[in-house]
C-alpha cells in the first residue's frame, strides 16, 4: 500500500492540489484490483494551517512521523510561506525520499525551495516558467536541467508549474500505477477538454469488467 504524505502549510494554494488529492484519497476511478492508498496530512506541527483560500487544515502528523520508503510520497504544494526557515525539517525529508528511491512531487513554490535547497541542480525538472528560480531560489544551480513544460515527471521526482497541477496529477497517478491508463487518458482528456465524449469513455474505462 502506498502512503501519501501531503506536507500543508500556511497559504497553501488550494487550487493545485485539488484534483490530486480528491482522485487519491476517494479511489473513484482506481481499476480493479488496486490498493487504495493512505493519505496523511504533515506538517511541523500540530496547529491548523491556513490555506490561500481561507480553508483551515489540522495535520494528522508530523515530520518526524513520516516513514520514508520505496512505498511512499511526498507532496508538496505551492505556498507564499516556503522562505520561512521552519520548512527546512520537511526539505531534508524530501532529500531522503529522493536519495532512496521514493517520490517527491513538488509545485509552484514548493519546486522553489526545492531548487534552493540543492534538490534539483542535477535533476530534469520544472517550475513557474524561465528564470524564475533564479529570481526566488539564490543558490539554484540546475539551469541545465530546466525543461519548459507545464508538469515534468523525472523518475521518482515530479515538478510543475502553478498552472501545471492537471497534467501533475495526470503523472503522479501514472506513477502509481492506480488507474488504467485508458482511463487516466480519458480522465485527463475530460478534465482538459471538458468534451463529454471523454467523460462517457472514462466511465467504460472503468466498468466492473476492466481489470489492467
Known sequence: MFTIYIYVLDTLADWEIGHVTAELNSGRFFKK???????????????PIHTMGGMTIVPNCLIDDIVVNETSMLLLPGADT????????????????????????????????????????????????????????????GQNYYIDEPSVADGNLITAACTGALLWTKQIIAHLGVFHPDALESWYEYFRTGDPKQFFALMQSVSPNQEN
Open 82 to 141: 516556503w522562505n520561512d526557515p521552519k520548512h527546512g525539517a520537511i526539505l531534508e525529508k524530501a532529500s531522503e525520499f529522493l536519495a532512496i528511491g521514493a517520490t517527491v512531487c513538488a509545485i509552484c513554490g514548493a519546486t522553489a525551495a526545492l531548487a534552493n535547497f540543492g534538490l534539483l541542480d542535477h535533476r530534469p525538472h520544472t517550475s513557474n516558467g524561465p528564470g524564475f528560480l533564479e529570481m526566488i531560489s539564490p543558490s539554484y544551480k
Open 33 to 47: 484490483g488496486a490498493e487504495r492508498v493512505s493519505f496523511k496530512t504533515v506538517s511541523y506541527s500540530k496547529d
